[in-house]
Each structure stands twice: as structure tokens, then as C-alpha cells.
């Protein structure tokens, strides 16, 4: 948002069939959709026919220079005052971003679960505090919600690290109350 403090416009041009995002630069009632500079064209729609905007969601999207673009459009509670916050947020770049980790954003495209995550970023900077200690950081995809996965509990009966003297091994005991307790059989 503070990158672009103006309001884009969007105007559909009649002669090009396009739905054309525009610089606002000044009073808009004075530019034509089909009238604006390449310059200040921010993004085009591919051809349709259809005078209404939603339609055009469902449709390609492109730049100025015709590079295709991912476009999301999103509505706004509160006349776009909600929407301030999270500007810097994007769909399926590798960051996770709570905003839009639902069900209708498809959970941020992918970017907040490891088997959906497709990108060399994904996970970084989740993964502070993970083990118990605010010390060790790593890659984590903690707020990772996808309904296809199924809860899986991995047992670790020794850790041990040529770095870390400090870890401290599992004991017998403790890995029999573990079993006892969780109704494990493990012969």
C-alpha cells in the first residue's frame, strides 16, 4: 500500500475488448480506458466481451508489456480500509500469510504446507522456537491446514547431536512409559 498510495482505476475499453487497470493520475471522469498511455496502464485483461468486472476475475490477466500476471481480486469489508494491512501479502509466492491461509484463498496457494509449498522460500522464518527453544531456528510450516492431511505423530527414541552436547538422549524408561501410555506395540 505504501508503494501506491494513488488508487488504481479500472475502465473497460470497448474498442479493445479489455478490462484495463490504470495509474490514477488525477481526476479519472477525464481518462478513457482505451486513451491511456502504456506507461500508465498497470494491467489488461485478455479480450471478453462480458461489461462486468467480477467476469473479468475469471479471466487472463497481463502487464503493460504483456507479461501474464497472477491477478486475485479480493472484496473488502470496510471499503478497503481491511484490506491496508495485509497489501504486502501475496498468493503463492512461498511466504505464508495467515490473512489468506482459508479455504477460499486455498490456503495462501499452497504456501503454508510443505507438501503444497513449491517455492525455494517456503517455511523460512516460521520456524522460530521450534524443539522447545527460542535459540534454534528452522524451516516450519506451523500454521500448515490442508483437510487431504492426516495427523501423524513421529517418535524420536534418540537424538543425539555432535554439535550440541546438551541434547539429552532418551532413557530406557522414558521409551516404555512412552509405549505404555500410547498403547504402542512394538513386538
Given amino acids: 500500500f505504501h508503494e501506491n498510495a494513488e488508487k488504481g482505476v479500472f475502465g473497460y475499453c470497448k ?5 484495463i487497470l ?4 488525477g481526476d479519472t471522469s477525464l481518462i478513457h480506458p482505451c486513451n491511456v498511455a502504456r506507461d500508465n ?18 479471466t487472463s490477466w ?14 473488502s469489508e470496510d471499503n478497503g480500509v481491511d484490506l491496508q494491512k495485509t497489501c504486502g501479502s501475496f498468493l503463492n509466492n512461498g511466504k505464508c500469510d495467515l490473512f489468506f491461509n482459508t479455504l477460499g484463498n486455498y490456503y495462501d496457494g499452497g504456501d503454508c504446507c510443505a507438501s503444497t509449498c513449491n517455492h525455494a522460500n517456503c517455511g523460512r522464518g516460521d520456524g522460530i522456537g521450534i524443539f522447545g527453544s527460542n535459540e534454534i531456528q528452522g524451516i516450519s510450516f506451523h500454521y500448515c491446514v490442508d483437510p ?4 501423524m505423530t513421529i517418535f524420536l527414541n534418540k537424538v543425539s547431536s555432535s554439535r550440541d552436547p546438551d541434547v539429552v538422549d532418551v532413557t530406557t524408561v522414558q521409551l516404555e512409559d512412552f509405549y505404555f501410555t500410547h498403547g504402542v506395540d512394538f513386538w
Fill in 15 to 19: 474498442e479493445k475488448r479489455q478490462w
Fill in 22 to 25: 490504470f495509474k490514477n493520475e
Fill in 41 to 58: 496502464q498497470l494491467a489488461h485483461s485478455d479480450t471478453t466481451d462480458y461489461f462486468d468486472i467480477y467476469t473479468a476475475a475469471d
Fill in 62 to 75: 497481463f502487464s503493460a508489456s504483456g507479461t501474464p500476471l497472477d491477478m486475485y481480486f479480493f472484496e
Fill in 148 to 151: 487431504s492431511l492426516v495427523p
